[in-house]
């Protein structure tokens, strides 16, 4: 199974980003752009989302070797993950560590999450839109701001939202009743013996409540070479919250 990419920049990828959950390779272009000329990027849509084919279950393992398949060509990478895709990187690293150079993990941990975000409450809303009789995307936005009263968010879920063939007018392009059906599965974290040697950047949002000191341990034991940073005036999204600021520390970690 071959993932969709977006390269930017010149020359052979030495930098490769995951993106989170409903997300799409292209959240990255921001980031990966500030990177040049010194840097070229590949921007993967992860498995059930984007332009990447639908797989038959959500399993962080079997997600983390389709991503390795993709970026042996290019190897070793620096892989940077946020959220989903930062767990989706942690496995990689864990799995295929030759691939991996640098491990950047943005916002989350090896940890387990199920029950603690409101994505459960987007997939309601997403799932309650009728598509077939949908007019366009002002609808969409509008039909979604219960469920979803975060403008940023409602954008961010609809960037998923395509035009579609009879019956329907409109199609999400991510695997939603997958996604949807095995939420739970999105907030574990599989248990291992493995260690990546390499060297890691933790970035947290300083607002945000995913990276806890009680998750320091678990962490540590997996990336010995770990090292933290918070940053101010971010949540769960660092990288679009304070993108001048992500870059300055993903350029310096990259560039050490």
Do not use: C
Request: no cysteine.
């Amino acid at each position: 199974m071959s993932l969709a990419t977006t390269t930017v920049g010149a020359g052979e990828p030495d930098v490769a980003f995951a993106h989170g959950l409903f997300g799409q390779g292209k959240n990255w272009t921001q980031i990966a752009k500030a990177l040049t000329p010194g840097h070229t990027s590949l921007l993967v849509d992860m498995p059930d989302h984007g332009r990447s084919p639908w797989t038959e279950r959500v399993d962080y393992p079997g997600y983390a070797d389709l991503v390795a398949e993709t970026l042996a060509p290019h190897a070793p990478l620096d892989l940077v993950g946020h959220s989903m895709g930062g767990k989706i990187a942690m496995q990689v690293a864990l799995r295929r560590p030759e691939l991996v150079r640098r491990l950047v993990v943005v916002d989350i941990a090896p940890a387990d999450y199920r029950g603690l975000s409101a994505f459960g409450d987007y997939v309601a809303a997403m799932r309650a839109i009728d598509l077939a009789t949908l007019p366009g995307r002002e609808a969409a936005d509008e039909a979604l701001r219960d469920g979803v009263p975060d403008p940023v968010v409602r954008g961010f879920l609809l960037q998923n939202l395509r035009r579609a063939s009879a019956p329907e007018n409109w199609r999400w392009q991510m695997n939603l009743g997958l996604l949807g059906d095995q939420l739970d599965r999105l907030g574990e974290w599989p248990a291992t013996d493995a260690t990546f040697d390499g060297p890691v950047l933790w970035v947290a949002g300083a607002e945000s409540d995913y990276v806890r000191p009680e998750h320091r341990e678990a962490m540590r034991a997996l990336f010995p070479r770990v090292r933290s940073v918070r940053v101010k005036g971010a949540g769960h999204w660092v990288h679009s919250e304070q993108p001048d600021a992500f870059v300055r520390t993903l350029r310096a970690f990259l560039d050490a």
